[in-house]
């Protein structure tokens, strides 16, 4: 249902294996870019994936690292890409910071000409379609109007063949009908609702990802069943004190969380130059053995009820 694609897993500054952060959700025909780090664009490139139909961005927040291949990429998508529209979500601080970057791309009030929009997000609703719902989760880090973003499958009501055997309804058209919740006639003339044939609503995917954070806590409920989240883990416990001083949280932290929370699988990224991943990956395990440390251009497939499948995209 969700495919999470991993550009750049670096925190703060790059280094030789990873490049600062960026993430792309594919989702039927949408692509969601959470965050632009600098060098987003070559990223994006080397996993084939391209350009098309690349417009909607969403920002965690408003720091430089998270921001600062925005300018570039935008500069691409209206010179070669024939950009027709790039639908830009974030908190007022963060646009605020896209809204002077994009001036200068584009030069002083022309954004409106680029199309180029940026949308202030609140917490709740972002974007939905007729299978799922983006949500904008509220998060603590550094300032103002930080947040996570939570992809959700719509609930589904299973058809159930004994009982449309049992109604004596026959294979066709009638029980596609009856799958979508419209009611069918029958060729003897009766009419069967959808509820009689269709069991108890079944949650579906579930996708909550999480770039910058200081605190789980807040986090809890919007983790809660999640098939994969994807959590910072920029410091080791051994310098937790570090991680508070800026904002951040541990390996430790984020594995307790996704424990607590009951997830299926973790997925750990922003990682510090500080550490080996082996380092970060031991950690985490022993609290929460279904980890993974993300690297760059590793994409992870998200189905219901289903293992989470992992691959790298990495061609060039």
Known sequence: MFELVFLGTSASAPSVQRGLSSALVMVNEHRFMIDCGEGTQRQLLRTGLGFRRLDKILLTHGHLDHILGLGGLASTLGRWEALDELNIYGGAMALHRVHMLMEVVFGPGQIPNSGVSLNVIEPGVIFEDKVFTLTAAPVQHRGPDCFGFLFEEKPRRPFLPAMAEALGIPHGPVR???ALGIAATLPDGRVVQPEEVLGEPQRGAKLFFVGDVSHTGPLHKSAEGADLLAVEATYLDADKQLAKQHGHITATAAARLARNAGVRQLVLHHV?????????????????????????????????????????LRQR
């Open 176 to 178: 596609r009908d009856l």
């Open 272 to 312: 510090s130059r500080r550490y080996t991943t082996q380092q970060v990956l031991e950690e985490a395990q022993a609290i929460f053995p279904d980890t993974v440390v993300a690297s760059d251009l590793d994409s992870f497939g998200v189905r219901k009820e289903k293992a989470v499948t992992a691959r790298n």
